[in-house]
């Protein structure tokens, strides 16, 4: 299993970002797939999930309305819409296949700030 996150950077608050995740080394299109985050100091969040072939979506209440997952089979790529970005989204992005639910990658830092 592989996962490359990008697409994060500095933006203000307001603004919006997507971030996307290649994934290899595995059926793809046969996994769920889900977006956390990690700021500075504390626990890993979870952010967003998306099933298999794109039905349905989850977030939690810090995100809903906001942010929005969707995923792109043909090219084993999760996308992570954001919008209405606040300082408190500031953190390291991840993506995450139930997969291989212990691997993480790199990741991919948000910075929201005026």
């Known amino acids: 299993v592989q996962l490359v996150e990008s697409g994060g950077g500095l933006v203000q608050p307001g603004g919006s970002l997507r971030l996307s995740c290649a994934a290899s080394g595995f059926t793809f299109r046969a996994y769920s797939m889900r977006w956390y985050r990690q700021a500075p100091g504390k626990e890993r969040e979870w952010v967003a999930t998306i099933s298999p072939f794109g039905a349905t979506a989850e977030y939690p209440d810090s995100v809903k309305g906001r942010f929005t997952i969707d995923r792109d089979n043909a090219r084993n790529t999760v996308y992570l819409q954001m919008n209405s970005l606040k300082p408190e989204d500031t953190a390291r992005y991840f993506c995450?296949?139930?997969?291989?639910?212990?691997?993480w990658g790199q990741g991919t830092q948000v910075t929201v700030s005026s």
């Open positions: 995450n296949t139930v997969r291989a639910p212990d691997y």
